[in-house]
């Protein structure tokens, strides 16, 4: 049995400031490093054979609280990396999707379909992601591999593994900060989703509550 934690990223300045952080490479918050302490916490006596992040450092640094002084490599993976949002790359979430009401509406209610004017379009992520899943578990054969990645990342390869398409992509809930899904393939690489969204280790009020839907004021 491969067992593969997926961990998402601790907050990072784009979470607080509210923007479409996306591929925009924003440094952790004092109450992101804070998350990252349970975390270590969590893993500290959980064996880890191989550790993987995208290259974004938010994830970089959850990667570094996962490894808790082991004596493991980090391989950056750009597979692992968060969908770029071209013309709402780094812009303030709601602000933005009002402007571009169309856009909006298909992040509400078709997130399958969302493909910004110069990004990354939903479906393309959504094999990427699961190729580069396949070829770390595909490397780790009855191994135990964790990976730092992102929430929209998750999401994916959380609907996938639940629904078997990405058209149940809104059926499928967001990850907080540092919450945990684990993965697991047997011999026959047939894979599992044990749990997921599991942030039991961080005290929910260090965990804000933030809605992604356009047409609901932030909270």
Known sequence: MTKIYIVRHCEAAGNQKRLFQGSTDCDITELGALQLEFLKKRFENIPIDSIYTSPLLRARKTAEAIRAGRDLSITKLQGFAEIHGGIVEGKPFFETFKKIPELAEIWNNHPEDFAPEGGEPMREAYERIWDTVLSVANDNKGKTVAIASHGGVIRCLNCRLLYGTIN????????????????TFDDEMRATLNYMNDHSHVPDKFLPKRSRIVEVAEV
């Open 168 to 183: 149940r992509l809104k059926d499928t809930s967001w990850s907080e900060n540092t919450a945990v899904s684990l993965i």
